[in-house]
């Protein structure tokens, strides 16, 4: 079974950095056959893909509203996807979601089936 567990949220303030973590267990970042990624859902809006990276050649992706400013990573020995979050902006408020696909495409991750309950992050301006 896939478990997802994501920490690192917080309150920052604007212009601030945090990084956020998912440890995952039940599968391994190494095999080819998933791809992993951050989704996040503001209060009151529709959940929107942040960034994901694929097993195969390591390609990522990056939601326009955070390109620049937030980087992803994983490291395959701790089994642990990151988030680096710099320049942070209210507009980045949000509960961040640890997410398992099949794929990470210039899309997006896609066919996404299993998601952490996720941790809060509050930017003040």
């Known amino acids: 079974e896939v478990q997802l567990a994501e920490s690192g949220g917080g309150l920052v303030q604007a212009g601030g950095s945090l990084r956020l973590s998912c440890e995952a267990s039940?599968?391994?970042?190494?095999?080819?056959?998933?791809?992993i990624g951050w989704f996040r859902q503001a209060p009151g809006k529709e959940r929107e893909g942040v960034a994901c990276?694929?097993?195969?050649?390591?390609?990522?992706y990056y939601a326009d509203f955070v390109k620049g400013r937030f980087t992803i990573s994983t490291d395959n020995v701790k089994n642990t996807l990151y988030l680096q979050m710099n320049s942070l902006e209210p507009e980045d408020t949000a509960v961040y979601h640890c997410?398992?696909?099949?794929?990470?495409?210039?899309?997006?991750?896609?066919?996404?089936?299993?998601w952490g309950q996720g941790t809060r992050v509050a930017v003040s301006s």
């Open positions: 997410v398992v696909g099949r794929f990470c495409s210039r899309y997006g991750l896609g066919r996404r089936e299993y």
């Open positions: 990276i694929g097993d195969d050649n390591g390609r990522t």
């Open positions: 039940g599968f391994t970042f190494d095999d080819d056959d998933y791809a």
